[in-house]
């Protein structure tokens, strides 16, 4: 055990330091995210800060506790606070040896020659009080805390050693017993067996080595995740310089295709302005024939007999008829020749505005970005490995239980950092030939007040729609193009006089045609190729109906379900018609999404933090099956279907979320894997070569694209 322990000599000496001011401390205390800081450090990093501030080392953003800089946990990662003491003391105990300076002995209290320190007594001994240690048994209770400076070096003294000479914890209420047992109620508070039954009482209470052991394996998991992570994401540094390259040689096409465009909208103009002026002579010319003839027929007329009036006239009115054909004819002639030109100019001009957003927000340059990323992900994992290897280092199992659970929790969020690192990668990588993948910006830099996306769906003629919130009285209706962006969108008003947001969900109905649901309780249907909105209130449809809507689904027979805050489902047909009303199981609250599977409607319950599959038929629903959750305190919040009927399930905590893929019959959860922080909804879509997962982000207003398979296998 001793060859495989961390030694003195081999830790870094910047681990003893406080990693803000570079000073060595005797009393670190330490981040969320591993980093340690001296007290004053910490108070200047929290100043004016109310409930979080991010780290100046890794900018990982940590909660503010409520003591301030007292709040964070004294630092026991290293070899817990006892542990760093014992270290600061032994280097200055070895220093002082190896001068062979006199010291002040701790028994006597004349200035000697040291030989010994008593980790008891807290200070050196001359060779005398020495030997009144070892031969009188007043102080046989100091003995195995005694080291002989003589015959140990210092720096080669082991974890291990260190916490033998120390001495483990003791009680914090009764400080002459060993504390074996620790309160996780109290934060860990070391304690002994007489505490449990009195102020203790009820608590959750560990045996320390049960959850060393505990801690231990859940660390070795973690390290393995993490190893694995670090391989996919020191690939990433091989492609800086051809990325970079890659720009350069991209900037310059663009300005190359900018200056040809250019050239041929000129062109253009100019034949246009040709053909007009042409046309416009034809037009000055029939004119005038039509002036001689009409002149010609009236001198006939005057002429002829009376009761031939009635044929002259019949003859003036099929001149005229023709004139006015040919003229009709003319101007459409004219008109779609200065509309031809203007729409093609605009078309350029609309293309070249895209060249230089693509040149400015290329792909490229967001992968560049990623691989900085992956870069400062990887020295984040070098820092916890160092750390947890120490830290493991001193098979101690009251260190371990202190520590581990923290650097757990802190590799927890690395590898959802670098598996979204990986995940990015994937979805922007350029340099593979049978790459798929994309990333759509939808953001609208125009519009104002920080407006995000609750719905998305997909239409088979492979467009997209995306809803949400844009502003305190409005919601946005977005269509979406692969290979385009964003080709329409359209910003709609709320119910007048409503309390409820203006949040907004949809869901493709028939061909270009989507059913949309506002929670304000208004219903419509969109028209994804003009962008025509028609809507009703559903207080009007159904004078009982609670809440508010807060989504939609529709069936292969183009019905319409609309859910709420309460457990009530209405059914419209296709022309917005009130067909009936479904009540839901007492057990679900709240309708978050929903979707028709089969004979089955899946219902995401938002309140209750479940999924269940309930019956169509009747007017009272019945519960037909519940979805397994993941572990963890997870809520439903997306759901949608492929086109083997293979179920897909987004399921949010705070701060994280999960894909989670169900068997078609809804009754085993197959897999699971990590997603986007602020992933909100998802849906399906199929194209000509493979099913892709659509995944849009609530705030960052992106919509990524991903093959069904290939996430799986990122996973």
């Not at 040689?249 to 041929?264: G, I, N, R, T």
């Not at 969108?489 to 969900?505: E, I, M």
């Not at 296709?574 to 479904?582: C, E, F, K, P, V």
């Amino acid at each position: 055990m001793a060859s495989s322990s961390t030694q003195l000599g081999d830790i870094e000496e910047e681990f003893l330091q406080c990693s803000f001011c570079g000073e060595t401390q005797a009393e670190l205390r330490t981040l969320p995210c591993l980093h340690r800081g001296c007290r004053e450090c910490l108070k200047k990093i929290i100043a004016d800060k109310r409930d979080a501030f991010k780290c100046p080392i890794c900018n990982e953003e940590c909660d503010m506790p409520p003591e301030g800089a007292d709040g964070f946990k004294t630092d026991s990662i290293i070899m817990c606070v006892l542990s760093v003491l014992s270290v600061l003391e032994f280097l200055r105990l070895d220093d002082a040896y190896k001068r062979d300076s006199v010291q002040e002995c701790r028994g006597c209290k004349e200035d000697k020659p040291v030989t010994c320190y008593c980790f008891k007594c807290r200070g050196f001994l001359c060779h005398q009080c020495y030997t009144f240690h070892l031969d009188n048994n007043i102080v046989e209770e100091h003995r195995p805390h005694l080291l002989d400076l003589q015959t140990v070096d210092v720096r080669r003294l082991t974890l291990e050693k260190i916490l033998s000479l120390t001495g483990g914890p003791r009680c914090t209420v009764h400080v002459e017993r060993p504390a074996k047992i620790c309160c996780e109620t109290c934060g860990d508070t070391p304690i002994c067996f007489a505490c449990v039954f009195n102020g203790h009482k009820g608590h959750v209470i560990h045996e320390v080595m049960n959850l060393a052991k505990s801690e231990r394996t859940k660390m070795k998991a973690m390290m393995s995740t993490l190893d694995a992570c670090r391989a996919k994401l020191e690939e990433l540094n091989n492609v800086r310089e051809q990325l970079a390259k890659a720009i350069i040689k991209h900037k310059d096409k663009s300005k190359l295709k900018e200056s040809k465009k250019v050239k041929e909208s000129r062109k253009v103009l100019e034949e246009a302005e040709m053909k007009k002026a042409e046309m416009k002579k034809w037009q000055d010319k029939i004119i005038m024939r039509k002036e001689e003839e009409c002149e010609q027929v009236r001198k006939a007329m005057n002429e002829e007999m009376k009761e031939l009036k009635r044929k002259y006239d019949t003859m003036l009115q099929g001149k005229e008829q023709i004139c006015r054909s040919e003229l009709g004819k003319l101007d459409i002639e004219i008109d779609i020749v200065d509309d031809k030109p203007s729409a093609q100019v605009g078309k350029f001009i609309q293309e070249l505005q895209g060249y230089e957003k693509e040149v400015k927000t290329s792909k490229l340059e967001r992968l560049l970005g990623v691989v900085d990323h992956a870069s400062h992900t990887i020295r984040r994992y070098e820092n916890l490995a160092a750390i947890a290897k120490i830290a493991q280092a001193s098979h101690d199992e009251w260190s371990e239980a202190q520590c581990l659970p923290a650097i757990t929790s802190a590799g927890e969020v690395l590898i959802e950092d670098a598996m979204n690192v990986c995940f990015d990668l994937e979805s922007l990588s350029t340099t593979g030939a049978n790459s798929t993948d994309s990333v759509i910006d939808i953001e609208d830099k125009g519009m104002e007040g920080g407006w995000d996306v609750q719905g998305i769906t997909s239409s088979k003629n492979g467009q997209i729609v995306v809803t949400g919130w844009a502003d305190r009285s409005k919601s946005h209706i977005t269509v979406i193009r692969l290979g385009e962006g964003v080709v329409r969108r359209k910003r709609v008003n709320k119910v007048a006089g409503s309390q409820y947001r203006p949040d907004r969900y949809c869901q493709s109905l028939k061909g270009h045609i989507t059913a949309t649901v506002c929670e304000s309780n208004q219903v419509g249907l969109f028209n994804n190729r003009n962008g025509e909105y028609r809507s009703e209130n559903i207080k009007d449809m159904h004078i009982n109906w609670p809440g508010c809507a807060t989504c939609v689904a529709t069936d292969t027979f183009n019905n319409i379900y609309v859910g709420g805050n309460k457990r009530m489902i209405l059914v419209l047909d296709d022309q917005l018609n009130y067909i009936r009303t479904i009540k839901l199981p007492e057990i679900i609250n709240w309708a978050r999404d929903i979707v028709v599977h089969g004979k089955h409607l899946i219902v995401c319950d938002a309140l209750g933090h479940r999924s269940y599959a309930v019956t169509l038929q009747g007017e009272v629903a019945k519960v037909v099956y519940q979805f397994a959750r993941p572990d963890g305190n997870w809520r439903p919040r997306s759901v949608c279907i492929d086109s083997n009927q293979y179920i897909y399930m987004l399921w949010a905590s705070t701060d994280r979320r999960i894909l989670a893929k169900y068997s078609p019959d809804g009754r085993q959860l197959l897999t699971a894997r990590n997603l986007f922080r602020d992933a909100r909804c998802i849906t399906t879509m199929g194209t000509e070569k493979e099913e892709r997962l659509l995944i849009a982000t609530e705030k960052s207003m992106k919509v990524h694209v991903v093959s069904l398979l290939k996430i799986w296998i990122m996973s």
